[in-house]
């Protein structure tokens, strides 16, 4: 539940190259707190970096939803 636990987790496996694992571990954080716009926001950045933009963008439209300013920010 603690979001700075679960941002340190995924920046140690992306560190380590495990990014699979990273994906996971923010899916699982999202379903839990479907409304925390830093998870959300941490998980399309992940996506970014692997090059899903697709992805990136589906989570960029969930945060304008949650927050139309700090989406359109973000895209």
């Known amino acids: 539940g603690d979001v700075g636990a679960v941002l ?3 920046r140690y496996l992306q560190r380590r190259g495990f990014e699979n694992e ?3 571990v923010l899916e699982d ?3 839990l707190q479907p409304g925390n716009v830093v998870l ?3 998980k399309a950045s ?3 970096v ?3 933009l697709d992805k990136a963008m589906t989570l960029y439209d969930q945060l304008e939803g949650i ?3 700090f989406g359109t920010m973000e895209r």
């Open 46 to 48: 992940l996506h970014v």
């Open 8 to 10: 340190m987790l995924t």
């Open 67 to 69: 927050d139309p300013w």
């Open 22 to 24: 990273a994906v996971t």
């Open 29 to 31: 954080a999202v379903r």
């Open 50 to 52: 692997r090059r899903e």
């Open 40 to 42: 959300i926001q941490a």
